[in-house]
């Protein structure tokens, strides 16, 4: 298994903070956020290797953390605004050009916290192979739902339906920037490149893979903080501290 963690944003909500710093590197709870990820991804026996995929304005961070942090490899999508980059499927599509991977994938986004085992959702998703799997976390609140992607289950766990910030959420089931595309379904990223659908968030791979053929569901226990502006760094700093 290949891990690749998407860390090509620029961080424009949380301004000034990420001015000079990616995302991936504010603390929560005294530990960045990159940091309780990859600790978490290095639990999973079965994960070989962690691509940490960046920009050309953030690398040198990476470089520089990459010291510290063994069995870790850096790959800069070589963009330099927000204009001009790739989007996440475009990053993810870049790291197999260049690493020719023929394993499973675990996917996981820079600003992604949880508290639960991740080798939980990958026991959950090799049950499900040869099929794709998302994770998800129930927020419980409608209204609330309207804010990010949400899915809706049957009762094998099966996506039936996948609604991208719906005015009249059908679910409470957001999804969370956590994936697994097995090795048998590799072949499908390029082929949504060929589309003309976005290539920003993942989200849209995996709703496109929903309906294409199949994607299972599992629902994350524990809490998730999507660190996406202030509002949420300062409640997931002052949760883990």
Do not use: H
Request: with cysteine.
């Amino acid at each position: 298994m290949v891990a690749i963690i998407l860390a090509a944003g620029y961080g424009t909500r949380l301004y000034p903070l990420t001015l000079d710093k990616p995302k991936a590197f504010l603390e929560v709870g005294g530990k960045t956020i990159l940091d309780r990820l990859v600790a978490k991804i290095k639990l999973i026996k079965e994960c070989k290797e962690i691509i940490v995929v960046t920009n050309e304005k953030f690398y040198k961070n990476f470089k520089a953390w990459k010291a510290q942090s063994a069995g870790v490899e850096v790959i800069n999508d070589g963009t330099k605004s927000n204009k001009t980059r790739l989007g996440a499927i475009g990053d993810i599509n870049l790291v197999l050009q260049k690493k020719s991977a023929k394993q499973d994938l675990l996917i996981a986004g820079s600003d992604n916290l949880f508290e639960f085992d991740l080798r939980e959702f990958i026991r959950f998703a090799r049950k499900k192979r040869p099929f794709s799997s998302i994770a998800l976390f129930d927020i419980k609140d409608r209204k609330l739902a309207r804010k990010y992607g949400v899915c809706s289950l049957d009762k094998n766990a099966r996506v039936i339906e996948f609604e991208e910030k719906p005015p009249a959420p059908k679910s409470t089931l957001a999804a969370s920037a956590l994936y697994f595309i097995p090795k048998e379904k590799i072949t499908k990223i390029s082929d949504y490149m060929k589309t003309g659908l976005p290539k920003d968030a993942p989200g849209n791979l995996m709703k496109w893979l929903a309906k294409t053929d199949k994607v299972f569901g599992y629902v994350l226990p524990g809490a998730w903080y999507d660190i996406g502006d202030m509002k949420s760094l300062k409640k997931a700093d002052e949760d883990f501290k």
